[in-house]
């Protein structure tokens, strides 16, 4: 199993301005995902993080605006830039280990994400 | 293809109750089938999953049951608990290629003690 932990918990920003989630995983995973979820709804992936290389995006999120960093295999950032309310939302990063018989996809508590 | 439906989007239960929620996907490619729980303020937490290969997978009083021909399954829980309340996603992916979670829309489960 893997415990994924993110930093800040929660943030208020101003609108313009740009903020990076940090996303920590207590062993080693293959693969790292980020997803947004607005409240009530379900979640929606952003991208993935690939280590050592520039991130894939799913439709309609661009690096411009949702960079992502993956150092290494236990640690991804998310930077939300020039934000606007229409950011405001829940992030969430997720990590795998591809094959070895435990495919689960594990979760952090999200960021919860308010732009004014 | 990528879809995965999910129904209903509200669910209130008795306690004692069974609580059961559908879901259906279209992609023949899906090959694991996890079903997601998530508290108010929380990530969501594995719950239960199932590979295409068995028609049912039961851990305690959480139940898969897995259709294949008509592409659909649902996950019952037996002797509903108000400490059950809370959002349940299904979700399909592809082993063996991206990895990435299709989630269902979500149902909104509520145990009334």
């Known amino acids: 199993s893997a415990v994924i932990s993110q930093k800040p918990s929660r943030d208020i920003c101003q609108r313009g301005t740009s903020l990076t989630i940090q996303c920590q995983v207590d062993?080693?995973?293959?693969?790292m995902f980020w997803y947004r979820q607005q409240p009530g709804q379900s979640l929606t992936l952003i991208a993935t993080?690939?280590?050592?290389?520039?991130?894939?995006?799913e439709s309609g999120f661009v690096i411009d605006k949702f960079p992502i960093s993956r150092p290494n295999l236990t640690f991804s950032t998310l930077t939300v830039s020039n934000m606007s309310p229409e950011d405001s939302s829940i992030y969430l990063c997720?990590?795998?280990?591809?094959?070895?018989?435990?495919?689960?996809?594990?979760f952090g508590p999200g960021t919860r994400l308010l732009v004014l | 293809q990528q879809q995965v439906k999910q129904s209903p989007q509200s669910l209130i239960v008795q306690k004692g109750g069974i609580s059961i929620i559908n879901c259906a996907y279209e992609?023949?490619?899906?090959?694991?089938f996890p079903w997601y729980q998530q508290f108010p303020g929380k990530g969501p937490a594995l719950l239960i999953a199932?590979?295409?290969?068995?028609s049912e997978k039961k851990e305690g009083r959480f139940t898969i049951s897995f259709n294949k021909s008509a592409k659909q399954f649902s996950l019952h829980i037996m002797d509903s608990q108000p400490g059950d309340s809370a959002t349940y996603f299904c979700?399909?992916?592809?082993?063996?290629?991206?990895?990435?979670?299709?989630f269902g829309s979500g149902t909104r489960l509520l145990v009334r003690p």
């Open positions: 997720s990590g795998t280990s591809r094959g070895g018989g435990d495919e689960t996809q594990y």
């Open positions: 062993s080693q995973v293959t693969m």
């Open positions: 993080a690939n280590q050592g290389s520039e991130a894939t995006y």
């Open positions: 992609n023949t490619a899906f090959d694991y």
């Open positions: 199932i590979r295409p290969d068995v």
């Open positions: 979700a399909a992916f592809r082993r063996g290629s991206s990895y990435k979670l299709i």
